[in-house]
């Protein structure tokens, strides 16, 4: 049976190092959505939990509650709002016309769009929204960002990070003593490892890093490798075929196994035209089916993912793309 090996040290090394750069476990917000980044969020929320995460962010209300109860703050990213808000949760308040759709009470982070335009108030509105909060009885526990381009070598991130920090004085001015209370978090992954310390009663929100992957750092490690399990082998005959179509011709005999692993499982579909080289060196042969596919050589477990770089190049796409399509239906286990 295919599996995915979730290494526990690569993810305890990790997240010392993003603590570390925050200034401490109690600064650090982890983001758990779709399944952690494919990595299994049910296995890694206790892991995190024990080294002192105990804030955390997701996609929505259901993955909030398979979650509960591990930690203490869990911050729903991208709510419908339905006037029943769970008051165990977080919400963030990504659009200023759900403040009166918001049950009375929710507790909230409002998002301020600092030039990303996807989400949030313009920092011109904070005053009026300010207080459009307060006579809807919505709870401001903290206030967020998104950086646009936090990868990209260029003054967007210095722009926005200069704007977010002008916002901060604002609300301070606005609410002053209702402002100690607050908490504050733009620096997302590649944010966090660009810059030297975070602001005072700034915390960092951090993604895909937590696995190891970093334009910014080389300290980190991968947490995830795909594998699968032989289910047939055979000696390909020179002249013949293997798989749908018959796209690979075998120059010559050639040991071959077939892999309980395809498309079905949230790969990309390899079409078997270019050169698809596994971490082991092998290629992958033919075109994948939905449940398996053929590589030469007959390993009886063969790595199929240990760096999802290597994929998303290959396929001309990034490494989230890879990570998060993985079916949450593989078995996942920690060594």
Known sequence: MAYIKINRAAYEHNLDLIASKAGGYEKV?????????????KILAPIAKAKGINFIAV????????LQGIFEHILILSHHPHANENENFIYALNDRNDIKKLKKNTKIHLVIDTNMHRNGIAPKELEEVLCELKSHGLQLHGVMMHFAGSDEMDASYFVQKQKFKEVKKNIQTLLQDEAEKLIFHSHNSEALFRTSTLEPKEYCRVGLVQFGYAYFSDELHKVLSLWAEKI????????QTVGYGGVFCAKENLEIATYDLGYAD???????????????GKKMLGKMSMDSFSCEGDDDVI??????NAMASFFNTINYEILVKLSPNLKRIVI
């Open 303 to 308: 790595c199929v993912i240990d760096d999802a």
């Open 232 to 239: 047939s082998q055979r000696t390909l005959k020179k002249g």
């Open 29 to 41: 917000i982890c983001v758990f959505k779709d399944n952690a980044y494919g990595h299994g969020a």
């Open 59 to 66: 996609k929505n209300e259901t993955e909030a509650k398979e």
């Open 266 to 280: 949230g790969l990309l579909r390899y079409d078997g035209k270019k050169e698809l080289v596994l971490p082991n």
